[in-house]
């Protein structure tokens, strides 16, 4: 089955930098992959996602890489901010209809003032 | 669009009793709901994949007689954790997917269920 890691574990930086995940998967197949933000005790919430038909997408202060030769997709926040601090998962699946998607182990982001 | 809801959203129960949880599509349709486990601090572990009308798909090392799932409509799938014991203590988020095939990939998640077993 699908694996999926994810780096770091923990990520500290101060405000208005750059805050980058990586994640890596180990099916080729898989060709879904969404990022989540968990915050503590709240569900996690999808805020970017992209498909193997495409190597970049941008949302406002937030972006995603995808490189499938690779087969590793990261994830990009600019300009952080304090409410940017939370847990951030990566995930991959097949896509189709209601596929399972396979979770990395989280990153903890912490913005500092 | 696209709101998940769960119930409860914090239960407290006795060693050897049984906990149903639900799970509501709220403005959608969702033909397949997935059921996760989470520990404190740890990433979401998928339990099983309910999908409405069938039996659920479990994942490997999830008792299927210990937790219990029906997705008896479209809108609606449910969790029941029996004969309860401590260690099934955690945190037990609920996702759907839509039906419509515009995203049939994209999990939207429930607010999930504490369950505390003492």
């Known amino acids: 089955g699908e694996n999926v890691e994810q780096h770091p574990s923990t990520l500290s930086v101060q405000e208005g930098d750059s805050a980058v995940i990586k994640c890596t998967y180990s099916?080729?197949?898989?060709?879904?992959f969404p990022w989540y933000k968990q915050e503590l005790g709240k569900r996690p919430q999808l805020i970017i996602d992209?498909?193997?038909?495409?190597g970049e997408k941008k949302d406002q202060r937030i972006a995603v890489t995808l490189n499938k030769t690779a087969k590793h997709f990261s994830l990009h926040i600019t300009e952080t901010q304090p409410e940017d601090s939370a847990v951030y998962f990566c995930a991959a699946s097949m896509t189709g209809t209601a596929s399972k998607l396979t979770f990395g182990t989280g990153t903890r982001l912490q913005v500092t003032l | 669009g696209a709101v998940v809801s769960q119930h409860p959203s914090r239960v407290i129960c006795k060693s050897g009793t049984s906990v149903k949880i639900e799970c509501r599509s709220l403005d959608f349709q969702a033909t397949t709901m997935f059921w996760y486990r989470q520990f404190p601090k740890k990433s979401l572990m998928l339990m099983a994949t309910s999908n409405e009308g069938s039996k659920a798909t479990y994942e490997q090392g999830v008792e299927k007689d210990k937790f219990l799932i029906n997705h008896a409509s479209l809108t609606l799938s449910t969790l029941t954790v029996t004969s309860a014991h401590p260690e099934d203590s955690s945190f037990y988020i609920c996702?759907?997917?839509?039906?419509?095939?515009?995203?049939?990939?994209?999990?939207?998640f429930g607010p999930g269920t504490r369950l505390t077993v003492l």
């Open positions: 996702s759907a997917s839509p039906r419509t095939s515009g995203s049939p990939d994209t999990q939207y």
């Open positions: 992209i498909r193997s038909n495409v």
């Open positions: 099916d080729s197949a898989s060709n879904y």
